[in-house]
């Protein structure tokens, strides 16, 4: 079964700029297994792949390798590589894992943030608030990136928001930027995780930090069951 990259709502029509070329295709492929757009059994071709995200093969063979190691796909002998089945286990371990990190990055934010820090929140989520709804996905996740990038470096954590910012690899953030309704309780979330800085209330900030991963995971899981795709 093959499914080509145009046809999944993680392609890109621009290239990809050069520096991270093999970075930017592993994720748009491992944003569509976990999204449940490329399909367990599924066999992405190197020439198709390239073409369709405008880069050589070697970025995408690169990718691939990359994915291999994470146990998104296996190398079949000369039929090439395959997804491999994500099960709802997995799913829940992702976002566990990130939610953990992000206790304690929370924790520790909450402690040291500044009040400037706090406003720049605001201002981000404002613009988040603005972008919502609109066909730009891409601008959409570029505001929740700058949102939480903030947020974890005020922790002064830095070597545990590192952690956390690979460990977030694993949410397709672009699935999720498209979805309006995201957008709209990604928001509103926010606002009360502000106004709990502000208060400078530890418990209120760690309940609305994880509340976006379980509420990730709920939706992912939702997806996939939406699609047929079970484990």
């Known amino acids: 079964m093959n499914a080509p990259i145009s046809a999944r709502p993680l392609r890109s029509r621009r290239p990809l700029r050069r520096p991270q070329l093999s970075d930017g295709v592993a994720g748009h492929l491992r944003g569509a297994i976990m999204s449940g757009a490329l399909r367990p059994g599924t066999f992405i071709r190197l020439d198709e792949t390239a073409a369709e995200l405008g880069v050589s093969v070697t970025p995408v063979r690169e990718a691939l390798l990359k994915l291999r190691g994470e146990g998104m796909v296996q190398l079949e002998p000369h039929r090439g590589h395959v997804v491999l089945p994500l099960t709802p286990q997995d799913i829940d371990d992702i976002f566990w894992l990130q939610a953990t990190i ?130």
């Open 102 to 231: 992000a206790r304690e990055v929370a924790e520790a934010a909450t402690a040291n943030i500044t009040d400037a820090e706090i406003d720049e929140l605001d201002r981000i989520n404002n613009s988040l608030e603005n972008a919502v709804g609109s066909s730009d996905a891409e601008t959409v996740a570029g505001m929740e990136f700058a949102f939480h990038r903030v947020f974890n470096q005020a922790s002064g954590r830095i070597k545990l928001a590192w952690f956390l910012l690979n460990a977030a690899r694993y949410m397709p953030v672009l699935v999720y930027a498209a979805d309006p309704q995201w957008g709209v309780a990604a928001v509103d979330n926010h606002r009360q995780l502000i106004a709990a800085l502000r208060r400078r209330d530890t418990p209120a900030v760690i309940e609305h930090t994880v509340w976006q991963f379980t509420d990730a995971a709920g939706r992912l899981t939702e997806m996939r069951e939406r699609a047929g795709i079970l484990g």
